[in-house]
Structures are given as C-alpha cells and as structure tokens.
C-alpha cells in the first residue's frame, strides 16, 4: 500500500475513532449506565457528570502517561540497569563509567557555553529588534523577516550555515561570505571554521541565535506594547532620554517576560541536537549532551550510559520544570 | 512615542539603519542558499553567491575547433568559429586573451596573435575567431585559447530539476517528500481531536484532581523527548511482538517473524514468513502525538478558558450536555487555538530529524524523510552545493509558505504558549 493512502486512511481510521470513542462513551454513560429517567434519575445525572471529565482525558491522559510519563521512570531504571547482563541492577556503575569518558565532559562544557550565550544572545537581540521596529513605519515587515528563520528546520539551518562558513583553498575564489569577508579584512588564509576547536562551538551556536532571535522578538515585543503608556509619558515628562525610558522603564517592567523567554530558550539549548548532529556531529571538541546520547544509544548501543546522559539532560531541566509549575499553580489561584 | 522620536530625526536614522542591518544579516545566509540552488556546479565553485546577480569576470581555456574543419579561402587554410558556440558555455564578452597559460591576457579583444608557423589567430570581442595558416593544420586537437571573458548572470532551475525528478537512487528527495508529508499531516490532525476534549474538560468540567492535572501538563512541557526514545522503541517492539503472537505463530529466535499466519493475520494481508518492523508510520504518528499533546492541551486549555462564561451557562441552562456544548460552542469558537497549534505541530514534525531517525527510517531507507536525505547530502556530497543548497531548498520552501500565509497564528500562539 502506498505510504500516502496509508497516511490518509490513519488519519480517517485514527480521527473516526476519536469521535466514536467520544460520541459513542458519552451516549452509553447516559443513557445506559447512568439513565436520567426511573426512580434515581437525579442521583445518576450527578454520577454521570463525575464520570464524564475523565472519558473526555482519558486519550489524552493515557497518550501522555505512555510517552512521556512513564519513559521518565523507564529510563531512569535502564540508567541503574546493564543491558549485557540481561538488565541486572548495577547501581550508579553507567554514571561511574559517563564520568571517566572525557567525550562526556566536553559536552558538558560545551553545553554550559551553550546555556551561557544563546539565551542571552537570543533575548538580547530580541529586545533590540523589539524595541527598534516598534517605531518604525516598516517594522512588522522587518519583524516578519527576522521571524522567518523560525520556520527553517534545524537541518535545514544547518545547510544554510555551512555555506556561510564554507572554506576553499588559498588562491582559489571563496564561495563562504564569511572566508570572503575575512580574506578581504586582510586575513591571511581562508579558515575551516567548523574545525577550530572551542572556537567552533561559537559558530554552531551562532545558528541557534539567529532561530530563537524571531521567536524573543515576537514575545518581548508583544510585552513592550503592553507597557502603560503612563510610565513612559511621565519619565518623558520627567526629561528622561530614550535610552533611560528603555533600560530604567521598559526592561523593568517586562522583566516577567524576559525570564519566561530566556527559560524557554534555555530548555531548547538543552535538547538541541540536530545542528551538532549536522554540521560536525560532534567532531572537532563540538560534543553536545543531545548528541552524546544519541551516540551511546545508537552507534555505540550502549543504553545504560546513553540513558545515564538522558537523565543528566532531564536534571538540568528539572529546576524550570519545578519554576513552570509553581508559576502556573500561583497564577491559577 | 512617535512625537518624541520625531524631534530627534538623528535617533530615527540610526534606527532605521540599525534595522535595516539587522534584516540584511538575518536574510544573508537563506539568501545565499537561495541564489545558490539557482546555479551550475561550476558557477557555485568559481565565484560566491554574492557576485552571481551581476555580470562576471572569469578566466577560461577554450579550444578552437579541430584542424578537421578547416577550409581552404583565397589560398590559406582557415579554421573559424565562435569559441563559446565551441565549448556550448553561455556567450560572454571577451576583453584580454591569450595563447599561453602564462600569458593569458596578452591580447586584447579584435588583435591578432602571430603564433609563427601554427599561423595567425583572431579573437573577436564576442567570441568569434578566425585562425588563418598558409600551410596545413595538423593533429586532432584544436588550438587553446585563454579567455578573460565577462558573462551575464544566469540561472536554471536545472538543480530543483535533478534533485525532484531525476530519481537517482542517492538522492531520493522526491520519495522523501512524499514521506514528510505522509508523517506530518496524520501526526498534527490527530493531537488536535484528542487534545480539545482533554482541553475541554480542564477548563469548563469540574472535578477533584484538575489542579494537578494541570500541574502535570505544565511539567510535561519541558520533559526532553530524549527520555523517550529507548523505553518507547523497546514498547513499538513488544506491541509487535504481541501482534505477532496474537495474528499468528511467531517464529522461533524470530518473535517479529510470523511462522504461521491466523485469521487475524490473514485479515491484515500477512504471509508466512513476514515480518514485521517495529519502525514505521504508525510508531512515528504515536510518537509525535505523544509529544504535541502537552502543548497541544496547554494552548487550548488556555484557550478555552478564556471563552466567555455566559455562552456555557446559557447552554447548559437550555438542557445541552457537555458533549454538545463542545461541539457546538467551544470547538468553533476555538478555530484560532486549534489553527495556531496546528501550525505549531505542522512545522515541528516537518524539521524534525531525531524522532523519525528513532522511530521512522528503518535500514531499507524508503521511508526516510527529507531531513534525514539532507544530512546524508551533507555527509556524502559535502562538496556538491548544487544539489545541497536545493535539497535544503525544497525542504524549506513548505513551512515557509505556511509561515507567510499563517504567521498572524503562529504569533498567537506563541504568546500564548509561553508559560507566564
């Protein structure tokens, strides 16, 4: 069967399924398990409407406890577990065997230079595109135009970059703006960027920035707009120049976004993968925690560390998790 | 804001400077790709992209045509032709030329070189040349000609043509469009349908344990999918062994390998001796609605929440029931949640690499997807820009006409999907 009628009748089978679960559990509830007519009709009404939120969550729920819930605990067990041993209990011995693997603690120091740059670069290009296009007559088109590397996937960023950093022999004419910029500044030979290590880890980061800039300008700029026009009308009034309206008035003010923004990007950091896997998957002292643990669980098929690196990546998740909770929790009451 | 801006025309410039520099950084390097899959293999390795919009300086060695076309005119035998019809490159203007390597612009366009006893060569601005000898020429080769020539830019679509419809087996982009879009639509309709009940009822139905629940969806967020990769392919697995054991006789040492078929079995069109992969849509569909749903019930609960408490109660009021309601009223006046998460979960499992190299694209490749072909591209071919930035290109072009057409929602959604 072609993959494409395949597709089609899924979504025909899955969607149909979906409504007849709903229509058709709803209608036994009511008028079969619970009627609403003899001597208890209102005694089953009440018990009908108590059963009935977990009919509508109970796809959703059971999706969500399958495939991501439990694979929590799962991978946690495969972390204390070795799979050569036919899943004997080993206690800490993969984190024991992680920690002497030095690939390990160059993605950890690359990850940590990740966390440091790419949020802060991120928001911070953001806020300025924010604030400048905010005036100007032809901001929402340049708005939509730094937006757009959102829409481009990672690899596809990737390929992108890789032209831009591309490097060819001395002599012969440079295809990579950035060798050609170097070469015309005055530098000597053209440099294989992605190559130089510590350095290189800057140039991968570089493509995640220009993703996420899009994605900060939208949400601060959105928050600057909501900034009382009050405030900024009496520092004006008060001779505040611009630069002070915006660093003493605005940033204050949408400082709640500002962390929102910087956690959310701080949690795609965590997770990226893609541009390492891409453009230099790992070589040159580029190893990131995503990609370590795709090595150990795909090339190398070793789960019990590949799994141990998965938990290190849910740790550093954990403490925005417990802030995202709390925040929703406190905003519901 | 616009008033106090106004009286410093100063600030107004650097800003509008400012911006523009920032657009033109941002837009360079897709740009470059761009221009780049509009070109030959050999104008991307002799001049950047940059240069490709205006008319180029290049230098090449062309030769005449073979001394077995020459003619015999007024008493000299003469070769004549157009050196760029010669070599069938696009027609250039020629300034300087040459006969030597080492000499390349020894001549300028209309001189005439003597070469001694190989005769008088002519070389006209447009290419035209005319090679003149009072004896015989002889050999098989023609004579070559050094050209600094000036060609107009051009561009073919030639590369989009190779890349979609030349069906060579390393580079299986069409098949793998195909794919994409067979992973991408089944894996955003479905969370939609499941995630509006759930949505519904953490927002309109009251019941003990919704705080928490909700508590739960905001945690589950953040959650890396990474976790779950192995425990969900070791799960795909033991749901095929179980098919397996259930349509039939599973093989010994093989529990993925039917041994005999049942009637089940039989329905589903299995054979004996086939089997059965534990990678494939279905467990790529699974996974990717797994993944949606958090945010998928996040930004609709959100949504729906919001809608005005009067329609509802009025409703339940005139006697409809939760199911009704939810039909009826929350699910149409939800269409710019729903659009918005759509288009969320469109784009995600479009660029997405990890999930279906996990549960997708088994060791036979046909069902691989685009992503997967690029990076292979990049792997194999890291040279061929040609082929490259087009494949790259093709894979683009989608959620980027999503993103112009539909980016009002995606704005939205991303207020919205933010946890503040």
């Known amino acids: 069967m072609h993959p494409a009628i395949q597709g089609l009748l899924t979504i025909v089978i899955g969607v149909g399924a979906c409504i007849g679960y709903f229509y058709f559990s709803n209608i036994i509830l009511d008028k079969v398990i619970f009627p609403a007519r003899g001597a208890h009709a209102g005694r089953n009404i009440n018990r009908a409407n108590l059963v009935r939120p977990w009919l509508f969550l109970m796809p959703g729920l059971m999706a969500l406890g399958l495939y991501l819930a439990y694979p929590v605990f799962e991978t946690l067990r495969l972390s204390l577990t070795d799979r050569d041993l036919g899943g004997a209990f080993v206690g800490l011995e993969n984190y024991r065997k992680m920690s002497d693997d030095p690939k390990f603690w160059e993605a950890m120091r690359n990850n940590a230079f990740w966390l440091l740059v790419v949020p802060a670069m991120s928001t911070a290009f953001g806020l300025l595109v924010a604030q400048l296009t905010d005036r100007i007559r032809w901001g929402a088109l340049a708005k939509s135009l730094i937006f757009m590397p959102m829409a481009i996937s990672f690899v596809g960023a990737a390929v992108i970059w890789k032209l831009v950093y591309d490097a060819r022999p001395l002599g012969t004419e440079q295809i990579g703006i950035l060798n050609a910029i170097y070469l015309g500044l005055g530098g000597e030979s053209p440099q294989t960027w992605l190559t130089i290590p510590f350095w290189n880890n800057f140039f991968l980061m570089i493509v995640l920035i220009w993703i996420q800039t899009g994605f900060a300008m939208v949400i601060l700029s959105a928050a600057l707009r909501g900034v009382p026009e009050e405030t900024i009308e009496a520092a004006i009034v008060d001779g505040a120049n611009p630069f002070q309206i915006f660093f003493k008035i605005k940033v204050p003010q949408i400082m709640g976004t500002i962390v929102v923004v910087w956690t959310t990007i701080t949690i795609v950091v965590l997770k990226v993968f893609d541009i390492v896997f891409a453009m230099t998957n790992g070589q040159w002292e580029t190893q990131v925690l995503a990609n370590y643990m795709y090595d150990k669980l795909f090339r190398s098929n070793d789960w019990g560390v590949g799994s141990a690196a998965a938990m290190v990546i849910m740790l550093l998740v954990t403490p925005i998790l417990v802030w995202n909770v709390y925040n929703a929790r406190k905003e519901m009451k | ?420």
Do not use: C
């Open chain 2, 1 to 420: 804001m616009d008033n106090i801006a106004g009286k410093k025309p100063a600030l107004i410039w650097v800003t509008h400077l400012s911006v523009l520099l920032l657009v033109l950084l941002w837009l360079f390097p897709t740009v470059g790709l761009f221009v780049s899959s509009f070109r030959s293999a050999d104008q991307i390795a002799s001049s950047g992209w940059w240069k490709a919009l205006f008319p180029q300086v290049q230098n090449t060695m062309i030769r005449t045509a073979a001394p077995a076309t020459q003619q015999m005119i007024d008493g000299n035998y003469v070769i004549e032709g157009n050196l760029f019809a010669e070599d069938g490159s696009k027609p250039g203007t020629i300034s300087v030329w040459g006969t030597s390597s080492r000499a390349i612009d020894a001549y300028q366009a209309g001189e005439t070189a003597d070469m001694g006893e190989d005769g008088r060569l002519t070389v006209e601005e447009n290419g035209d040349y005319r090679l003149v000898n009072g004896t015989e020429f002889s050999g098989s080769r023609g004579e070559r000609v050094f050209l600094t020539a000036k060609t107009p830019p051009s561009f073919s679509f030639d590369n989009y043509r190779t890349v979609l419809f030349a069906g060579q087996a390393t580079d299986k982009m069409g098949k793998a469009f195909i794919n994409t879009f067979t992973v991408t639509i089944p894996a955003t309709v479905i969370p939609i349908l499941i995630a509006a009940f759930a949505a519904y009822a953490l927002a309109w139905m009251d019941f003990r344990g919704r705080a928490f629940l909700i508590a739960v969806i905001v945690g589950l967020l953040v959650v890396p999918l990474q976790l779950a990769l192995i425990p969900l392919l070791s799960f795909h697995g033991s749901v095929v062994e179980w098919f397996v054991a259930l349509a039939g006789t599973p093989m010994e040492g093989n529990a993925r390998r039917f041994a005999e078929v049942g009637a089940l079995g039989r329905m589903f069109g299995f054979e004996p001796g086939d089997t059965i992969n534990s990678k494939g849509y279905l467990g790529v569909w699974a996974a990717h609605t797994g993944f949606g749903l958090p945010l998928a019930i996040y930004l609709l609960r959100n949504y729906m929440v919001g809608l005005p408490k009067d329609i509802i109660e009025n409703a339940r009021v005139d006697g409809a029931t939760d199911f009704q309601i939810f039909t009826k009223i929350i699910l149409p006046l939800s269409f710019p949640a729903l659009a918005s998460f759509a288009i969320f979960q469109f784009l995600w499992t479009w660029n997405d690499l990890l999930v279906a190299l996990v549960f997708l694209i088994d060791s036979s490749g046909d069902t691989t997807v685009m992503t997967r072909q690029i990076v292979e591209l990049l792997g194999t071919r890291g040279g061929n820009w040609e082929i490259l930035a087009t494949a790259a290109f093709v894979s683009i072009a989608v959620p980027l006409t999503v993103f112009f057409f539909m980016q009002k929602y995606l704005v939205r959604g991303l207020l919205a999907g933010s946890v503040k």
